[in-house]
């Protein structure tokens, strides 16, 4: 799809009850259990957790200066909890299922400010455009990794690509240091994400995109390079950087680019996506290690992707019950749900894609 064209549109099937069944189903099931669809003190508790051992680890990294090795674990939990944090508080946030309070969300979702991206710029990318137009290429900008990955057989192939399944791994690593100092501010500048425009920012949004950039930059460049020098801040913030990427990276990947998930076009001079919006979401999306409960924990309940896409306002804590009512009436109304029993499934099933696209 060309720069500049219009954004896909999805078909209203004539007689189709599917979305339409999905929603009374799983708002039967909060009403009849008396639940809130949002987060509750299980999560409000995760996130604290997570918030108290991120700064925690930076204090006593850059003003107590461990031993080396001792700074480099500490640096590389800081990874852990960057991803952390941002499964499972800037996520629900962003999506307005961390709280019922609308304040709360919003103090949910700029947090990822404090991990050095822009709030602003993922609620455009992810929320409105990946969360619309899911593996669509030339619109979905999650599987715009051109021209060192071919995420889809509609993407040109190079040579390179037949060792993408090979290098993805490091390339992984690369995610959150090209997010923080480079792609947040592609999207700033072109005031568009692929073909899709950013809505116009406000006064305050242009004030909180600088401020939330130069905050990070001084917290975790400037202050630690003069607190512990330049090489021992370069080892540690790129131990931090690089794994905090590759957690991410890995997790979002695998909810869309394996071997079962599609990756539909727009139908000749209609621009129509083939399916209605719900049946594409179920099929360009998939679920791994769902019955694994510290997976589920630590990455916000992102391994139930399907639930996910199909509800996003509801908070992940919410997810392992309504997967139950979701693939039920997948069944019922004979609508694939991918799922891959284990993690490492789904991470042989992504690199497989990846030789595939390489290769075809």
């Known amino acids: ?28 099931y909060f009403t009849e259990n008396n639940k809130k669809s949002t987060g509750n003190f299980s999560l409000y508790f995760k996130a604290v957790l997570f918030w108290t051992l991120y700064v925690a680890l930076y204090v006593h990294v850059v003003f107590f200066t461990p031993s080396a090795w001792i700074a480099l674990s500490e640096c590389l939990f800081m990874g852990g909890l960057t991803a952390a944090i941002g499964f499972n508080v800037m996520h629900d946030g962003g999506h ?34 990946h969360h619309t137009y899911t593996n669509i290429d030339g619109v979905d900008d999650d599987i715009e990794i051109k021209p060192m990955l071919r995420m889809c057989p509609t993407q040109k192939k190079y040579k390179i690509h037949r060792f993408q399944h090979i290098y993805v791994w490091f390339l992984y690593t690369m995610l ?13 500048f072109k005031k568009k994400i692929g073909i899709v425009p950013i809505k116009k920012l406000s006064t305050f949004d242009h004030f909180a995109f600088w401020v939330a950039k130069i905050g990070y930059y001084i917290m975790m ?41 599609s990756f539909p076009t727009p139908l000749g001079d209609t621009n129509n996506i083939e399916n209605e919006w719900a049946i594409h979401q179920i099929e360009t999306t998939a679920n ?8 589920s924990w ?58 595939k696209m390489g290769s075809a």
């Open 1 to 28: 799809m060309k720069i500049g064209s219009p954004t896909p549109k999805f078909r209203n099937i004539q007689g189709s009850t599917f979305h339409q069944e999905l929603k009374k189903r799983v708002n039967n």
């Open 96 to 129: 307005g299922s961390f709280s019922e309070s609308k304040f709360w969300n919003k103090i949910a979702a700029f947090s990822v400010n404090g991990l050095g991206a822009s709030a602003l710029m993922w609620n455009n990318k992810h929320n409105i455009i």
């Open 176 to 188: 959150l240091i090209i997010w923080v100092f480079a792609t947040d501010y592609t999207k700033y």
């Open 221 to 261: 460049i400037a202050l630690p390079i003069y607190m512990v020098g330049f090489v021992s801040w370069l080892l540690g913030f790129l131990v931090l950087a690089m794994f905090a990427g590759f957690v991410l990276s890995v997790v979002f990947q695998l909810a869309h680019t394996v071997e079962e998930t």
């Open 288 to 295: 791994f290690a769902t019955k694994n409960k510290m997976i």
């Open 298 to 355: 630590l990455v916000g309940g992102l391994n139930f992707q399907i639930e996910h896409h199909l509800f996003p306002k509801i908070s992940h804590i919410h997810y392992p019950e309504i997967s139950k009512i979701i693939k039920k009436t997948c069944a019922d109304f004979n609508v694939k749900y991918i799922e891959y029993k284990r993690m490492r499934d789904a991470v042989v099933s992504h690199a497989l894609h990846l030789k």
